[in-house]
């Protein structure tokens, strides 16, 4: 390279063309950025409860019986969204981000099904899990019918590459779980070790969203890593976040039961660093508390708020949120291959409140 050459920069796409009335949904002023996203993809997302909705129809009735009591409850579809954000910020113009939009909510909800399950939940997004209703054996093998429907889905794509991204994500996704079961009750889980786990069990899926946005807009190789970054960072962060509001947040503000993965015996961030900097006596207590949901299945109630409060004034939920905070920038840093439009503007957002919400 000669002297007078600059180095080559990263491949960014090109300017796309922005239709009006996305830019009018987005760009009014007295809406919150989450209402902002909302309206800029009201008429995608219809599409995709609409999709979602006739790929849960079955001659099985407790397939829609439990398909629908799920897909029903709600839930941010945050990672729907991130696969229709990603592919219109790089220009594509057509309706397959619609399918594997649907197809990431249904395998979401499969390991939503199986976790469920696994952790002996009772309560998700404020109503009974499927567990709870219709018993485990139901809800595993429903979270199993999904899984399959999915790959159905996936081939009427026709697209190789994303049946091999997909693939390979639910894979990693299940790997995550066997390592988090492997934590129970371990009291000695290092934050490496954690960070590994929260990058299979829940960045893996945000980052096969947003990447297959990439894939389904033929974007240039580097500009494909980068938004697969951006993606497996959000959801890193996304869940260091849900594990400093199992710490702080109210039931009621997070749908779920306050407590849960301490009381199941799960050595989150927040437990991690609270350990690191333990007096013995606390280190003890805590092993104990670990020990004990190990032993028993579940740590009574009792014994769950006194562990809190040790967490909460040892200054490890700052710590994690912290780190959340640190993701976050990293991912936003990476959408700097995208060209400006209302859709960077929805990603930023949508990364930006991702360590400010309190569910």
């Not at 080559?8 to 760009?27: G, L, N, Q, T």
């Not at 910020?89 to 909510?105: P, S």
């Not at 990603?347 to 919400?357: E, N, P």
Request: charged share 20%; with cysteine; proline share 3%.
């Amino acid at each position: 390279m000669s002297q007078s050459e600059a180095p080559a920069s990263p491949a960014k796409v090109s300017d796309i063309p922005i239709p009006e009335a996305d830019f009018v949904r987005y760009s009014n002023s007295d809406l919150s950025d989450e209402s902002k996203t909302e309206n800029l993809l009201a008429g995608s997302m219809s599409e995709v409860d609409q999709k979602i909705r006739r790929a849960l129809q079955s001659d099985v009735v407790l397939i829609n019986q439990m398909g629908h009591y799920i897909i029903g409850a709600g839930g941010k579809r945050l990672r729907p969204k991130l696969v229709l954000l990603s592919a219109l910020a790089q220009g594509y113009q057509g309706n397959h981000h619609t399918n594997i939009a649907a197809i990431i909510e249904f395998i979401h909800t499969a390991t939503l099904l199986h976790d469920d399950v696994v952790d002996s939940s009772s309560l998700r997004r404020g109503q009974e899990t499927a567990n709870t209703v219709w018993g485990n054996e139901a809800a595993v093998l429903v979270g199993d019918f999904l899984y399959s429907r999915s790959f159905e889905m996936m081939v009427e794509v026709g697209q190789m590459r994303v049946m091999e991204i997909l693939s390979s994500a639910t894979n990693t996704i299940a790997a995550g779980e066997v390592m988090q079961l492997m934590n129970i009750g371990e009291a000695q889980v290092s934050v490496e070790r954690y960070m590994e786990v929260i990058a299979a069990k829940t960045g893996k899926l945000f980052e096969a969203a947003t990447q297959l946005g990439s894939v389904l807009a033929d974007a240039a190789p580097d500009v494909e890593q980068s938004m697969a970054h951006y993606g497996a960072r959000l959801g890193q962060a996304f869940q260091l976040i849900d594990d400093a509001l199992d710490y702080t947040a109210q039931s009621d503000e997070l749908g779920k039961n306050a407590g849960d993965d301490l009381a199941e015996g799960k050595p989150t961030l927040p437990l991690i660093f609270t350990l690191q900097s333990a007096s013995s006596d606390t280190a003890q207590q805590i092993r104990e508390a670990l020990a004990t949901a190990q032993k028993h299945g579940h740590l009574p109630d009792h014994q769950v708020q006194p562990v809190v409060d040790l967490v909460c004034q040892s200054g490890a939920i700052e710590r994690t949120v912290a780190l959340a905070q640190q993701q976050v920038e990293l991912a936003i840093k990476d959408l700097d291959c995208l060209p400006d439009s209302v859709y960077k503007d929805a990603l930023t957002d949508i990364a930006q409140a991702s360590v400010k919400r309190r569910f």
